[in-house]
């Protein structure tokens, strides 16, 4: 196997010992599970040129051809022609099993077929230090290669002349859509969109919300309102609201006249509101039962919905009408007895806004009481949704944060799960 950062700058040789110049480059066909190099590419009188490949017989110190200078058709690169160094090296790729953008810093090479072909990529340290020339110094000595085969590398398209990871539309499925949004973070929107066309709906529509602002309209910019509607009617109310605040009105009016999702009321109602108050922030989404419902009636109620963790911090408890009339504990509820009514159980005293309060009275309360979620009712009291700190965290931060505090959020989550 060869490093193409090792081969690269030797001598090209006719069979005569002339020196033709120096190796700068292979062209190559992208398609297949290797690479064929299909010519070598030197420099004479300044100008790029190829030879190509069936005149080459041996590399080693050199590059020995097999026929003299005069017999060897010294031809001129087409425009469409994929290479190593324009097309190859230092172009981002995503590496589907770290979930990030890695850059491509050296290539592998070896015989296949009886030609010398491209086998995979180095995305790691180890290649960008062989490609420098500081591979022999001995602390670089147990720095590990990072190796992508090329089966999985595949030309975006070849006029553009860029390459992409060919990852399996199974393998993306796989991979959570907050890891998938932090992926589109980093490449470019052509590469965003190429991505993201190979994303069934639902985890397409889970990558636009874990997105950042700038990713979203990135996004948004290359579909049409009818797709969009599509990915919101995936989304619950509260989700869909946040994604249409982002868009300028005049779109967000278009998208919401084609929403096919059930909770279109609930979505309007919401929009009504903005997003800078708790009737826009809120969620709908929430855990909420009678007065009069008894706790081995709530705990098979749980059992039933399967609630998320994050929801069962606060069970609601509602009046006639569902006006909000305290909140019960899920350890109140576990040590009660069973044939104890909510009502009997739950905490009165409580805080809640209402759907016209600011974000910055809500931030406050929240950081005040030291809150996980905050109801917000409306002007009778009734429950319409609730708003969790995490939210009134993600509004607050830059945009050029919100990456790196989701990041760090899934990794504590992961770890409390270990």
């Not at 020196?19 to 070598?40: N, Y």
């Not at 509101?273 to 929430?286: F, I, P, Q, R, V």
């Amino acid at each position: 196997m060869i490093h193409f950062s090792t081969i690269k700058g030797k001598n090209i040789m006719d069979v005569n010992g002339r020196i033709i110049g120096p190796l700068i480059d292979f062209t190559i066909t992208p398609e297949g599970k290797f690479a064929r190099i299909t010519s070598f590419v030197t420099k004479i009188n300044g100008e790029r040129r190829k030879i190509p490949h069936k005149f080459v017989i041996k590399y080693d110190k050199q590059i020995h051809l097999n026929a003299p200078f005069a017999k060897i058709p010294i031809l001129k690169e087409e425009e469409n022609e994929f290479s190593l160094v324009n097309n190859v090296l230092d172009m981002q790729v995503v590496d589907t099993e770290g979930l990030k953008v890695v850059r491509v810093n050296d290539v592998l090479l070896s015989v296949r077929d009886n030609a010398l072909a491209v086998t995979s990529v180095d995305v790691g340290f180890k290649g960008f230090v062989r490609r420098v020339g500081l591979e022999k110094f001995s602390i670089f000595k147990n720095v590990k290669d990072q190796i992508i085969p090329w089966e999985f590398v595949a030309p975006l398209e070849i006029n553009t002349k860029k390459i992409q990871l060919n990852i399996p539309k199974t393998k993306l499925s796989t991979i959570h859509p907050a890891d998938l949004a932090d992926i589109m973070e980093d490449l470019s929107h052509k590469e965003r969109a190429m991505i993201f066309n190979t994303l069934d709906e639902e985890v397409a529509a889970k990558t636009v919300r874990e997105s950042t602002t700038k990713v979203q309209k990135s996004i948004f910019k290359n579909l049409s309102p009818e797709k969009i509607a599509e990915l919101l009617d995936e989304l619950q109310p509260e989700e869909a609201a946040d994604l249409l605040f982002e868009m300028p009105e005049n779109e967000a009016s278009e998208v919401m006249n084609l929403l096919k999702n059930t909770n279109i009321k609930e979505i309007r109602e919401i929009m009504t509101y903005g997003k800078e108050t708790a009737g826009g922030l809120m969620k709908t989404n929430y855990i909420a039962v009678s007065s009069k419902t008894t706790a081995e009636d709530v705990i098979d109620h749980l059992r039933k919905i399967t609630p998320n963790a994050s929801d069962l911090y606060y069970i609601y408890v509602l009046g006639e009408q569902g006006v909000l009339l305290g909140v019960l504990s899920l350890k109140n509820l576990i040590v009660a007895n069973p044939k104890e009514i909510a009502e009997n159980l739950m905490h009165k005293r409580m805080t809640s806004v209402n759907l016209r309060t600011k974000k910055e009275e809500i931030a406050n309360i929240i950081s005040k009481y030291n809150l996980i979620a905050l109801p917000v009712v409306n002007d009778k009291g009734q429950l319409e949704g609730v708003i969790r700190s995490d939210t009134i965290l993600d509004i607050s931060i830059p945009e050029r944060w919100k990456g790196k505090v989701k990041r760090h959020r899934r990794y504590n989550t992961f770890k409390r799960r270990q």
